[in-house]
């Protein structure tokens, strides 16, 4: 009995042998003819890959800054480190008491510093300093009591910033998102066609917002000693923010046009 199994055997072997070849030969025909006639060629896994084209589109609009943030800074030296820090910490409590009281203004403490100087043929002596923010949408009341804080208690403008509030910000982007998935459609449409396809679908879209603030450091009347010491009004310069939304993704290529005869 084992010699007629053996050739059942081999001969199911050399029957499965020209079917199997058959199948590669006629799955390679079947690529060959989708690629030629711009139809999703299969993967590996059975999926069709279909054409797929990368574009983006953006928008950008400027906005009026309307928020400002002031930096100014109390500074101090004497022989004694107590003496400096009392000085310091005096100037500092009258500026807050004084920014409490004006409507619109939020200040706030920050970069206390405390070191010692040591030059050659000089006494060691210490330098105390500490900065005080103040963060508004008046302008003109900020520029009043920054105005005031040099005069009445010698506090140095450090510099100044102007931003969008998160409210001008969102308002901005909102509207801009939508032109700019307009903006993306459209050279979508454009590139199906010019690749010969007419139609497309989105694919995976993702949507990225920026800002870029235009805007001049504060237009100043006097120098900043003298304004130190006279408590001359500054003039500010608010300027704009550049706010831009992009749109970039992928267009999925559908229904090829037919080769023109």
Same mark, same amino acid.
């Given at each position: 009995m084992k010699p007629a199994l053996d050739l059942t055997l081999r001969s199911a072997r050399r029957t499965h042998r020209p079917l199997w070849s058959g199948?590669?030969?006629?799955?390679?025909?079947?690529?060959?003819?989708?690629?030629?006639?711009?139809q999703p060629i299969p993967a590996g896994d059975g999926v069709p890959r279909e054409p797929v084209v990368t574009v983006s589109g953006s928008a950008t609009t400027s906005v009026a800054n309307d928020r400002l943030r002031a930096s100014l800074r109390a500074e101090a030296e004497h022989s004694s480190a107590a003496a400096a820090a009392s000085e310091v910490n005096a100037r500092i409590a009258k500026a807050l008491a004084r920014?409490?009281?004006?409507?619109?203004?939020?200040? @706030?403490?920050s970069g206390?510093?405390?070191?010692?100087?040591?030059?050659?043929?000089?006494?060691?002596?210490?330098?105390? @300093?500490?900065?005080?923010?103040?963060?508004?949408?008046?302008?003109?009341?900020?520029?009043?009591l920054v105005s005031a804080l040099q005069a009445e208690t010698g506090l140095l403008l450090s510099g100044i910033q102007f931003s969008i509030s998160d409210d001008?910000?969102?308002?901005?982007?909102?509207?801009?998102?939508?032109?700019?998935?307009?903006?993306?459609? +459209?050279?979508?449409?454009?590139?199906a066609q010019g690749l010969g396809f007419s139609g497309w679908r989105p694919?995976?879209?993702?949507?990225?917002?920026?800002?870029?603030?235009?805007?001049?450091?504060?237009?100043?009347?006097?120098?900043?000693?003298?304004?130190? +010491?006279?408590?001359?009004?500054?003039?500010?310069?608010?300027?704009? @923010?550049?706010?831009?939304?992009?749109? @970039?993704g992928e267009a999925v290529l559908e229904t090829r046009k037919p080769p023109a005869r």
């Open positions: 199948l590669l030969i006629g799955f390679g025909l079947l690529a060959s003819a989708a690629a030629v006639f711009g920014a409490k009281g004006v409507a619109g203004v939020t200040p @706030s403490t206390y510093s405390s070191y010692q100087i040591a030059q050659r043929d000089r006494p060691a002596r210490w330098r105390v @300093s500490q900065s005080l923010t103040l963060e508004g949408r008046d302008f003109a009341a900020m520029t009043d001008a910000q969102r308002q901005a982007e909102d509207s801009l998102t939508q032109q700019a998935i307009r903006n993306w459609q +459209d050279r979508a449409s454009r590139a694919g995976h879209v993702t949507v990225q917002t920026g800002s870029e603030v235009r805007a001049p450091y504060a237009m100043m009347r006097a120098a900043a000693p003298q304004m130190a +010491d006279a408590g001359a009004p500054v003039a500010f310069e608010a300027g704009t @923010s550049e706010i831009t939304v992009t749109v @970039s």
